[in-house]
């Protein structure tokens, strides 16, 4: 018999080193390889005869794709992200940092599936079923017909799910509890998550079944992470949101069957998640719209446009060296804004400390909101609040130009619909809606703006 070898995998990033390094090259982490054992895994036991397949022509496709429909769960913000529910035979990963709502949304996804009469098994692996029922007793959802169970190895979760009907909806809570016989590491390790998921990919597409994985990101690389089986899943959703705010984004990252960049904003509360169906309103919720400082910047998140609010604080410095706080939004940008301020528009800032904040905790990350940023600074710095029916967007150039982003009609909307009259936006914005009632100021360049704040 060959000798075993065995080979060290960065439980980070998933990269196979030869020898065991205390960095890993792949992804520059530190102390997250590990040995495991390379004939491991599903499909590395003994060999078995091959099977003829058959292939068949992609005209003849177009009947079976209609007839695997996607199964909505009516949680409209889930929905979405999914691009229309969850589609039967995929795999979908949900990532997130431990606590951040995983398994209640899922919780709520199930049940609300279970009402519409499908079949739901929930499989728990980090809580008994006990533990589960309480937290759907907590959401409202015990009287749902979920069926739950609590294993962790692959095996005997296969055996299960192929008792009884077939399921609609699999749920795996979490893909780091899974464990298989046929693999030597420890849980948790990138070979048994990859065999793990790899099983469960495989029951899905042969069974019909949508299967959702949880992933918790680990900050310390001993157990893998999520991002080691994105390649391997259909589609993949991350759950972000800030610990000391209520709300939660559940972003797209990739998706084979719809698009990507779509949010669904949800608000934790006592009961569960709630859909915030107009996130907007929740981002601008608590403005003081009399204060210097503050703009209100048109964004986008995929489709669907958001309004939140800019705000920035100028104040002299005592030190020698100026601070620069940024929260929510790229630091880099702001020194881009500062600089841009500074050489063409004559603003000097280099005996000021800036602050800036993103309201609700929120992560701007469209350079769109350049205009608004620059806005909030000289306002702060004049003394001077801006007009409060008034949202900014535009990307700003080096050269101190205003250029134009896209998406104008649909942010011009949103502003609209929420009581904004005024919009100061780039002059060569094509897709400028005929009919409106605001008022629109076009900006050519940002010394322009800066007339106009502190004229
Ligand atoms: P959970 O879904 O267990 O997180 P994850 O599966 O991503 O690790 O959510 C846990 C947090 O959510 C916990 O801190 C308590 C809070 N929570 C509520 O505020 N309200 C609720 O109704 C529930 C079920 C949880
Ligand atoms: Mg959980």
Wanted: net charge neutral; with cysteine.
């Amino acid at each position: 018999m060959a000798k075993a070898r065995t080979q060290f995998v960065c439980q980070n990033c998933g990269t196979v080193h030869s020898r065991w390094a205390g960095k890993c090259d792949g992804c520059g982490e530190w102390n997250t390889i590990i040995e495991e054992d390379p004939m491991g895994g599903i499909g590395g036991g003994p060999t078995r005869a091959p099977k003829k397949g058959r292939p068949v022509a992609l005209t003849t496709l177009s009947g079976e794709i209609e007839d695997a429909p996607r199964i909505e769960t009516g949680i409209s913000e889930l929905d979405r992200v999914t691009g229309g529910g969850f589609v039967r035979g995929s795999a979908l990963l949900v990532g997130g940092d431990p606590g951040i709502g995983k398994s209640t949304v899922l919780m709520q996804a199930a049940a609300a599936l279970a009402r519409r009469k499908h079949r739901v098994i929930y499989v728990s692996g980090e809580e008994a079923v006990a533990q589960v029922r309480l937290r759907a007793q907590r959401l409202g959802a015990a009287d749902s017909d979920v069926l739950l169970a609590a294993e962790t190895n692959v095996e005997d979760i296969l055996a299960t799910l192929s008792e009884g009907k077939r399921p609609d909806l699999v749920i795996i809570d979490s893909i780091q509890t899974l464990w298989s016989d046929t693999v030597d590491s420890a849980p948790g390790t990138v070979t048994q998550v990859r065999t793990g998921v790899q099983a469960m990919i495989r029951f899905a597409k042969q069974t019909g079944t949508a299967v959702v994985l949880v992933g918790h990101v680990t900050k310390e690389g001993q157990i893998a992470g999520p991002r080691v089986v994105e390649h391997m899943v259909d589609a993949v959703l991350y759950f972000e949101g800030d610990r000391g705010h209520h709300y939660r984004i559940l972003r797209t990252v990739k998706n084979r069957f719809g698009a990507t960049d779509e949010i669904g904003v949800f608000e934790m509360s006592d009961k569960g998640l709630r859909e915030v169906a107009n996130p907007s309103e929740l981002f601008l919720g608590e403005r003081n719209e009399k204060s210097p400082g503050a703009a209100v910047f048109a964004g986008m998140e995929g489709t669907r446009p958001l309004l939140v609010e800019v705000q920035a604080l100028v104040a002299p410095t005592s030190l020698g060296t100026p601070r620069r706080a940024v929260v929510g939004w790229d630091s880099a940008r702001l020194s881009m804004i500062l600089a841009v301020l500074e050489a063409h528009c004559g603003v000097r800032l280099g005996q000021h400390d800036v602050y800036l904040n993103v309201a609700g905790g929120y992560r701007i990350s469209e350079p769109a909101a350049d205009l608004a940023v620059a806005s909030a600074l000289v306002s702060s710095l004049a003394g001077l609040a801006l007009p409060a029916d008034c949202v900014y967007f535009g990307e700003v150039s080096l050269s101190g130009a205003v250029r134009p982003v896209a998406h104008t009609a649909q942010r011009l909307k949103e502003a609209e619909k929420l009581g904004f009259s005024q919009a100061v936006l780039p002059s060569a914005s094509t897709d400028l809606p005929r009919s409106g009632s605001g008022r629109l100021s076009e900006m050519e360049s940002l010394p322009d703006l800066v007339a106009r704040i502190a004229g």
